[in-house]
T-cell receptor
């Protein structure tokens, strides 16, 4: 069974600073994907970034990047130059390849202080 | 806009009642997933359909059922509703090997 753990229920950061959200996972799959989703107050689930487990290179999307440590089963999200619009719940998720269900962590609520 | 459409957006009903939530996946996506999100909680997987067939089942209550129709839209039926069923119900679809899910805006169910 897959599990995803986010050990930080809440985080806060000053605007323009950098923050890192932690995630660990466990899976028996050999081919899998990892994701970070953002859920703003509107409750919409928005994909932030995706990492293919077979790729050693860490994924980046503008101000968002990940630190993927496969052996440690760790997948953290770094947000650089934090903006007020980044305030949201962030969910880490894991799933096997091939259009199968994702398992989500419990989320980290990120607050941006102006 | 994710391309996934869910209706209704909000629903208020009483205990013991039955409701149906509807989902239209992105064009071309064969897989539909239902998730439940209780207040300030994570997303709990309920069930997945692939091209009309049930593919995976999570912790879905026996009072809940779902189906996917030939046009690929899906419905989640919730019956004998209890106060604890109040939650945000998400539908998502996927059509790629990368496993990325595209979520609808959710249906917020309030049971009074």
């Amino acid at each position: 069974a897959q599990t995803v753990t986010q050990s930080q229920p809440e985080m806060s950061v000053q605007e323009a600073e950098t923050v890192t959200l932690s995630c660990t996972y466990d899976t028996s799959e050999s081919d899998y994907y990892l994701f970070w989703y953002k859920q703003p107050p509107s409750r919409q689930m928005i994909l932030v970034i995706r990492q293919e487990a077979y790729k050693q290179q860490n994924a980046t999307e503008n101000r968002f990047s990940v630190n993927f440590q496969k052996a440690a089963k760790s997948f953290s999200l770094k947000i650089s130059d934090s903006q007020l619009g980044d305030a949201a719940m962030y969910f880490c998720a894991s799933g096997p390849a091939g259009a199968q269900k994702l398992v989500f962590g419990q989320g980290t609520r990120l607050t941006i202080n102006p | 806009d994710s391309g996934v459409t869910q209706t209704p957006k909000h629903l208020i009903t009483a205990t013991g009642q039955r409701v149906t939530l509807r989902c239209s996946p992105r064009s071309g996506d064969l897989s539909v997933y239902w998730y439940q999100q209780s207040l300030d909680q994570g997303l709990q997987f309920l069930i997945q359909y692939y091209n009309g067939e049930e593919r995976a089942k999570g912790n879905i209550l026996e009072r809940f059922s779902a189906q996917q129709f030939p046009d690929l839209h899906s419905e989640l039926n919730l019956s004998s509703l209890e106060l604890g069923d109040s939650a945000l119900y998400f539908c998502a679809s996927s059509g790629t090997i990368t496993g990325e899910l595209f979520f609808g805006e959710g249906s917020r169910l309030t049971v009074l």
